[in-house]
């Protein structure tokens, strides 16, 4: 039976509502698995070209907006750059199974963040980080939570809201960058085309002996992306066809131009039901099957 955790009853507005609506722990206990294990893969071997920073000569580095409006963040330097990395590599899968993922979560996400800086600060700023970086920032405020866990929160529900928040508005933000510095030519000018020629596949390059229909991927881009904050008035089962369609589309981006969203992806994972991501029983599950078949009984309460 689910249960709801104790938090303090107040009268709320709608809005408050929908923003502080509760979720189940399990899925906060799953996601806060997902993300921490991708921050080991994405220094591993997404971003690991920032060890390199290293050695680049200190004049060219141009920190972020943010940083130089919250100046806690050091410069690259050998030593910087090596601690960095290294602490995340250490830190970030304690925090993806720990039981003080308050501690140990904001370690992760400050560490994380100087990441980016030191990735971010020469030129070159990925936009696909924005939902990744407010789950980051915001999984510690949440306790200790288990998979499989039916208690539903409000502290857990408004975490889930504001990455999902930050999920759409990276949709929003596409669209406003591309009218800003494109205009309304962008509808029907050859950025797509231009991205094949530089970065297409197999998958992708006949459409160049088609621009009008490259125009109209264009038009229908921007729709979606302006469009995308509708996801929060479906129902929930219109709502997880969309998310399945988001996955889909950037598959087809991954085909077309070799171009991964990946720590978007993750964060979208946020529109989804992880509580049912339940690995302990799920083992116990199969060793209660492989005991059976040799007459052992298994009692799932061991």
Not at 41 to 55: E, M, Q, T
Not at 110 to 118: G, V
Not at 269 to 294: C, K, Y
Request: glycine residues 6%; hydrophobic residues 55%; positive net charge.
């Amino acid at each position: 039976m689910t249960t709801v955790a104790q938090e303090p009853s107040v009268q709320r507005s709608s809005l408050e509502r929908w923003l502080f609506a509760p979720v189940p722990l399990g899925r906060v206990a799953a996601f806060r698995t997902l993300v921490y294990l991708f921050v080991v893969y994405d220094v591993a071997f997404r971003s690991a070209s920032a060890l390199g920073k290293a050695h680049v000569a200190a004049g060219l580095y141009h920190p972020l907006k943010v940083a130089r409006l919250v100046p806690i963040f050091p410069a690259p330097s050998a030593s910087v750059v090596s601690i960095t990395f290294w602490a995340l590599l250490v830190l970030a899968p304690v925090a993806a199974f720990s039981r003080r993922p308050r501690a140990v979560g904001v370690a992760v996400f400050l560490l994380y963040f100087e990441w980016m800086l030191i990735a971010m600060s020469y030129g070159k700023v990925d936009h696909d980080r924005l939902g990744f970086l407010v789950a980051l920032a915001l999984l510690p405020t949440v306790g200790r939570a288990a998979y499989g866990d039916e208690t539903t929160s409000e502290s857990a529900g408004w975490v889930f809201r504001m990455v999902q928040l930050a999920v759409v508005a990276t949709y929003v933000l596409a669209a406003y960058a591309k009218m800003r510095f494109g205009g309304v030519r962008w509808l029907w000018g050859s950025t797509l085309a231009w991205a094949i020629e530089r970065r297409g596949t197999w998958f992708s390059r006949w459409l160049l002996s088609v621009p009008l229909l490259l125009q109209m991927f264009q038009v229908l881009m921007i729709a979606f992306e302006a469009l995308s904050p509708l996801i929060f008035v479906v129902s929930e089962r219109v709502r997880r066809r969309i998310v399945a369609g988001l996955y889909g589309f950037h598959v087809i981006t991954a085909l077309a131009l070799t171009i991964t969203f990946a720590p978007h992806l993750v964060a979208m994972s946020a529109f989804l039901p992880l509580e049912q991501v339940t690995p302990v029983r799920w083992a116990r599950s199969l060793l209660g099957r492989d005991r059976s078949a040799v007459g052992v009984p298994l009692r799932l309460g061991e």
